[in-house]
């Protein structure tokens, strides 16, 4: 495949821009090569700078569960462009929304936009605090919830890519307040409550996590950390970022039937223009400013282009409800198409899957947490990534990522990934 012209634009943006990206896992440091340039995207193909094709499977790390550039969104934001791009002042729009949220997922009593999952998930875990007077949070090793400082201890996505131990920059003072446990491990849990009891304010967890690797909770995982929260009045937090709209209408909550008290969305609640969401429960969100003084704010939030992509992609879920079913029985077919692939090769491996949330470890033990995530062979994975990246398969490049996959895919599609997996496994 020619990358010529992605390989020209890498080196000019290196001049400008620090590692010629502006998020770290985009540089393919883990799996080398060239960062592919992206022009354009429509359905289930994104377009290159050199006009390669390829079969997306990452859409923009989840929000594009209908595909790209879908067309209600794109003319929606194009028409309420003409009605100006922000105001910083409330809108009609921004009711209909949370009321649309609200009529979706479980346990939203209010919520309130911002602008990231980071900041989703860094104010929730201030409301925590201020909710609770406690100062410590627990998450689990190779969860990520963005990159403010109390979350970039023993984190996944790029900081596990690039295995960075320590983040320069955050403080010793913050990071104390940061406990961990392994993700699955809810005797460590219990352990660390026991040690820091009436000290914690938050528990928070992506409850499919999808930043090393996807990885399922364990049955009775999320159950004890739910039943551990309410007895010690700790505040549960399901960061909902990858999951939420994706593995049903209702998010992990609904799939799994589990209650959260506060939930954070992201980049899907605005159709991937940059957005995101904390709500949850009256009695907690009754302390955001301006009901209480714990102080979250934001001049773009609530921004009136970023909103109506949202609306028309939830809406469009909402009425639509037959896309979880098709994604579904899309997802299981890669998943027994993989199999029969992988079993052929010989090479050791684990599918993790859950509905269109699907990843695979080159190892010949179960992955169920940070650790086994770690030892498996994930050099493997890399060199696979750039095979099939020449067959147009646009993989996460890296394992310690979770696939996505969109409506917008076809069976062809999935048939294609798999042949290609095929072949690539050949020539490992
Ligand atoms: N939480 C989770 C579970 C995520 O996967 C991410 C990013 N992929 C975030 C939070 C942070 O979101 P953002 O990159 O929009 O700040």
């Given at each position: 495949m020619n990358i010529d012209r992605s390989k020209e634009l890498f080196n000019r943006a290196q001049a400008s821009i620090p590692g010629g990206v502006n998020s770290p896992v985009r540089a393919f440091k883990s799996v080398g090569g060239t960062p592919i340039f992206l022009k354009k995207a429509k359905g289930a193909y994104l377009y290159d700078a050199d006009g390669n094709r390829y079969i997306d499977y990452i859409n923009s790390w989840g929000p594009m569960i209908l595909g790209h550039a879908f067309e209600p969104v794109v003319k929606a934001i194009q028409e309420i462009a003409e009605d100006s791009t922000s105001f910083g002042a409330p809108t009609e729009l921004e009711i209909e929304m949370a009321e649309l949220i609200k009529s979706m997922v479980p346990n939203v009593d209010l919520i309130r936009m911002v602008s990231s999952g980071t900041e989703a998930c860094m104010s929730a875990i201030r409301l925590a605090r201020g909710y609770t007077g406690r100062n410590k949070i627990l998450k689990f090793e190779g969860c990520y919830h963005g990159h403010a400082d109390s979350f970039l201890v023993k984190a996944g996505s790029g900081v596990a890519t690039f295995n960075i131990q320590t983040v320069p920059g955050v403080t010793a003072g913050v990071a104390n307040d940061t406990l961990t446990a392994p993700y699955n491990d809810i005797d460590a849990v219990k352990q660390q409550v026991d040690q820091h009891k009436g000290e914690i304010a938050a528990i928070i967890v992506e409850p499919v996590a999808g930043n090393m690797g996807c990885i399922l909770p364990q049955p009775g995982f999320l159950e004890g950390l739910r039943q551990l929260c309410t007895q010690e009045g700790i505040v549960f937090i399901f960061d909902?970022?990858?999951?939420g709209f994706r593995l049903a209408k209702g998010g992990a909550q609904e799939r799994l039937g589990i209650d959260a008290d506060l939930v954070t969305y992201g980049k899907v609640i605005g159709a991937g223009m940059p957005v995101g969401a904390f709500g949850g429960k009256l009695e907690i969100m009754n302390h955001i400013a301006p009901l209480g003084n714990v102080y979250q704010a934001g001049t773009l939030s609530g921004n009136p282009l970023a909103m109506i992509a949202g609306f028309t992609l939830l809406t469009h879920l909402k009425n639509n409800p037959t896309v979880y079913k098709e994604l579904e029985e899309k997802g299981t077919y890669l998943e027994k198409g993989l199999h029969n692939v992988l079993k052929a090769s010989g090479i050791p491996y684990v599918i993790n899957h859950l509905g269109s949330m699907i990843s695979i470890h080159f190892?010949?033990?179960?992955?169920?947490?940070f650790a086994s995530a770690s030892t498996a062979k994930n050099n493997l994975f890399n060199t696979l990534f750039h095979k099939m990246l020449d067959r147009g398969i646009y993989l996460p490049p890296s394992a310690f990522e979770s696939w996505f996959l969109s409506n917008a895919l076809t069976y062809e599609d999935l048939d294609k990934t798999i042949e290609a997996l095929d072949e690539s496994l050949k020539e490992l």
């Open positions: 909902e970022v990858m999951t190892s010949n033990k179960p992955v169920i947490d």
